[in-house]
Structures are given as C-alpha cells and as structure tokens.
C-alpha cells in the first residue's frame, strides 16, 4: 500500500471512529471531550481531502480557494484545540477530586428541579475553545500569504519568522500542555490520598461518572497530554533555535505575495497528521469499546431492525 492509500484509509477510518464516542461524550455533558473529537474530526477530514485531491499535479487541479483560507486557520489553531479540552477535562476531574464546586453541567436547584449549570457551562466552552478562537484570529498578523498547498498534505501555512509569532502563537500551546500535566500530577496524587473512599467521593460530585468513567477519562488525557507536551516544547524550541526575526508589517504583508499560491511537490507526510489519527483512535479504544459503548451500539441496531 502507497503512502498515499495508507494516509486515506487511517485519516477515513480517523473521522469514523470518533462519531460514537462523540455521541457518548454528548449524553454524559462532557462538552469539553466533544469539542475535541469535533476538532479532530474536522483535522482527520482534511488530511483525507489533502491526501485524495492534491496527491500530484498541484498546479492543475483545485487550488483550494476558500476551503484552504479556512482550514489553515484550523490547522493553526491545531494544538490549542486538542489540549485546551483536554485541560478543560482534567481540571473537572481534580475538581471532584478537590471537592471544588460543582462537576455537573446539570444540577439540581433549591425546588429540586434539574437546571443547566450556565457557569460550569461557559468555563468547559471558555477553556476548549477560547485559546482555538483567538490563535486563528491572530494567523493574519503574521501571516506572509493566505495558503499554500503541499503534495498529499495539501493546504500549508507559514508565518513570519519573528518574536511576534512566537509570543502570539508558538508559546502557549507548550505553557497549556504544562498546565494539563499540573492538573493530571494533582489528580494522580489526590486519588493515592483518597483511594479508599474514591467510589464515595465520586458518587457524592454529582458528577454521574462510574470508576471506571472516571479511569478512562484520567489515563486518556494523561496520554494526549503525554504526546502534546513534547510536540509543542519541541516546536516552540525549534523556533527560537531558528532565530527571532523583528517584525515589519510591511515586510510580512507584501499585496504581491498575499495571493501567490506557492506549490510544493514532496511525498513525505507531516507528522501533525499521523499525530491527529493517533488521538482519535485513542478515543475510540477508551470510549468507543467499553460498556457504555457496546449497549449504544446494541441500541442502534435495535433502532436499524438488525
């Protein structure tokens, strides 16, 4: 099998496996895992469309107007928008473990009544989309042209080399990968503390997680952020070893290189993308084969008639 068939099989198999559970994760109100699974997702999509329509002979086929112009702010945004909600994750599950507030985005009020938690609500959606949104805002300050376009890989973007870029963007995805580490070392060391009335604790958070919920919740975070730490620190250091630029706008937004679609014919596949297929089969394995998942499916083919 070619590079290419590989990277369309697993990027296709990539943005199946996540519908289920991204269907768990909206039953449970676990808003900040489904922003994730929607964003890799989105990611999984794209590196199959890059890999099908722009597998050779760039310059004949689409050029990827429109399409490119916003998938490369994605891609920008790219890890903030898988460690920001595995932070939001990790911060309710210490906060269970913390007996901090509440760990429902539902709760019942002073007549009994079930409401929705507006203000646990707005948090989870304020940290795993927040840093996203505002990193694909910032693209253009330093962005020297809208797109280009690589072989298999397909829409590219590339940002000035200067102190601009990195403090806009290179260095947060690390400082909130460090975060997400915090959170995980503090949810580790509170449950050796707490393991003999774990399950107590767990049913009194209102949370409605099971141990084992709550196991898969740990470890599949600890392991995202096990792969992001790395990534990122290596990307932001790989930067400053590249030297910091001053910036001038005019040098960075020059009108003749904004349009210019710039071509580049190669075969390897950058490692973002094997990364992106990584995490959303991590997500299948974690929430896709358990209990929960299995009588899901049990249901759906109940529903088919099968």
């Known amino acids: 099998m070619t590079l290419k068939a590989t990277l369309q099989v697993l990027s296709m198999i990539a943005v199946i496996v996540p519908i289920a559970p991204t269907v768990w994760h909206i039953k449970c109100n676990n808003w900040p895992a489904v922003c ?182 740990v470890i599949f975070s600890s392991v995202v952020i096990a792969i992001m730490l790395p990534i990122t620190l290596s990307v932001l250091i790989l930067n400053l070893s590249n030297g910091l630029k001053s910036f001038v706008w005019d040098e960075v937004h020059i009108d003749s290189m904004w349009s210019k679609v710039q071509y580049f014919a190669r075969t390897k596949v950058y490692f973002d993308r094997w990364i992106f297929i990584t995490i959303a089969f991590l997500s299948f394995i974690f929430f896709g084969t358990g209990s929960d998942a299995l009588s899901m499916y049990y249901h759906w083919l109940e529903v088919l008639g099968l």
């Open 36 to 217: 994730l699974l929607v964003y890799l997702y989105i990611l999984n999509l794209n590196t199959f469309i890059g890999a099908t329509i722009w597998s050779r002979n760039l310059d004949q086929g689409f050029q990827g107007h429109i399409y490119c112009d916003i998938m490369v702010h994605f891609l920008c945004a790219a890890s903030l928008g898988v460690v920001c909600p595995i932070v939001a994750i990790l911060r309710n599950l210490c906060a269970i473990m913390s007996k901090q507030g509440p760990s429902s985005t539902f709760e019942e009020n002073a007549s009994g009544k079930t409401v929705l938690n507006k203000k646990k609500l707005f948090i989870d959606l304020a940290i795993s989309l927040g840093f996203p949104i505002y990193s694909m805002s910032v693209l253009y300050i330093v962005q020297p042209s809208r797109y280009s376009l690589s072989e298999i890989n397909g829409c590219i973007y590339f940002v000035s080399s200067s102190w601009v870029s990195l403090v806009l963007l290179f260095i947060w995805p690390p400082i909130i990968s460090l975060i997400g580490t915090g959170y995980a070392i503090v949810i580790i060391f509170r449950y050796m503390q707490r393991r003999r009335d774990f399950k107590d604790l767990l049913h009194c958070s209102g949370s409605g997680l099971t141990t084992t919920r709550f196991a898969r919740l």
